[in-house]
């Protein structure tokens, strides 16, 4: 199965096999910052995953983690590029850490769970979304909490076997992008949510492989993603596309 970050733990839970954050990958994880003056993303030519920058030209490589144990994943700016919010992806669990651009400051979130990850920034800053794996009821669910862990609510209930990844908060707050993962290969569709009513849409086919990495727009009119993108089929090249968001 190919694989760009689409791993953060693999276990069967019944009919769920659970593939929701990078495994090792050169520069699997990459987001930039909010005024576009550096690139961040992970890599493991130190043996483990590690947070780096780098400017957009490819100049100033910055390694920002130092871990001496787990795989840093799925780094996210905060909304005014102070932090760095990231997954560290254990032999046995995984946690979420926010890190300052420079390395200072690594502080461990009071995330509740044995596995939880893919964290995403909320548009205020003050918050996080996370995904937490939910063994009873076999499925992976998205939810949003303060920094110190107060204040959590479950956002999304995909169906059993399901799972859902790669929350995304829109500019304004208002909307959450996530992908949401199927039983199958391949099944891996595009959805929206209002975080305000709760109601989710999807926007793309359940086929459509999905990539874990998605992006808003600065005017949150329009979502990048790519299509086709970890399966191959027969005269079938993955894209990076864009889809309004009405």
Not at 38 to 50: H, K, M, N
Request: charged share 20%.
């Amino acid at each position: 199965m190919p694989i760009l970050r689409r791993t953060i733990f693999t276990l069967t839970l019944l009919a769920l096999v659970a593939v929701f954050c990078p495994a090792s990958a050169f520069a699997g994880d990459r987001t930039g910052s909010p005024d576009q003056g550096l690139i961040t993303f992970t890599s493991d030519v130190t043996g483990l995953g590690q947070v780096y920058t780098i400017k957009p030209d490819g100049s100033g490589l910055r390694q920002v983690t130092h871990l001496e144990a787990g795989d840093a994943s799925a780094p996210d700016w905060s909304p005014n590029g102070r932090w760095i919010a990231f997954g560290v992806d254990l032999p046995d669990s995984s946690r979420i850490a926010i890190v300052r651009p420079d390395g200072s400051d690594l502080t461990w979130l009071p995330i509740a769970g044995d596995f939880v990850g893919q964290p995403t920034f909320t548009a205020d800053g003050r918050g996080i979304g996370f995904l937490r794996l939910d063994f009873v009821k076999n499925t992976v669910p998205l939810f949003a909490a303060r920094l110190d862990g107060s204040h959590e609510r479950q956002l999304t209930e995909p169906p059993a076997g399901q799972g859902d990844d790669e929350p995304n908060m829109s500019p304004d707050g208002r909307m959450m992008s996530f992908v949401r993962l199927g039983p199958n290969d391949g099944d891996a569709a595009l959805f929206t949510m209002d975080l305000r009513s709760g109601h989710t849409k999807q926007l793309t086919p359940a086929k459509a492989d999905v990539a874990i990495q998605t992006g808003w727009s600065p005017n949150g009119q329009r979502i990048v993603f790519s299509q086709d993108a970890y399966f191959a089929k027969p005269g079938v090249s993955g894209n990076v596309m864009t889809i309004w968001h009405l």
